[in-house]
């Protein structure tokens, strides 16, 4: 069964990032799905992805973290609308902790995991497993901010 995944949803003007922008030719193109309140991704890294032989970069595993709990946030915000005409919102990273737990093998796909635990306010926090196989490699908590879009993408 095809899913539908949340980058696909976005605007445009959101589909250049180097992490998840499906747009960005040279990026990493992650893609992510809902399967029930959990937002799944599967990426397979190469050997260009490196930091030692054999071994996934840790700033990559801190983008694709980043990229897929912000995509997170913003799907699951976007489904609590209550005014489905109110779109000129977005949520963009307003911390991000990666925890490495162990080396995380290149040549076989990683998932990542990632579920709302909190949202006060303006923001939505957001925590995310990577595992490669059954192993879990890194986690990472990211609260994110929301922003308006055009505010926000008209100050670049």
């Keep these: 069964m095809d899913k539908e995944t949340i980058q696909n949803k976005w605007p445009h003007e959101g589909t250049f990032c180097w992490g998840c922008g499906k747009n960005n030719e040279h990026g990493l193109q992650l893609q992510s799905y809902w399967d029930d309140d959990v937002a799944i991704a599967t990426w397979t890294p190469k050997e260009q992805h490196l930091a030692f032989p054999g071994i996934l970069n840790g700033g990559i595993i801190a983008t694709l973290i980043d990229c897929h709990t912000t995509g997170t946030a913003n ?58 196989g059954e192993d879990e490699c890194a986690t990472g908590e990211v609260v994110t901010v929301r922003v308006d879009q055009e505010t926000f993408l008209n100050q670049l």
């Design 75 to 132: 799907a699951a915000s976007h489904k609590m609308n209550e005014d489905p005409s109110d779109t000129h919102f977005m949520y963009v990273t307003g911390s991000l902790l990666v925890k490495f737990l162990k080396p995380t093998p290149l040549g076989k796909p990683v998932t990542l995991r990632a579920q709302v635990s909190e949202i006060k306010g303006n923001r939505i926090t957001v925590t995310c497993s990577l595992y490669s």
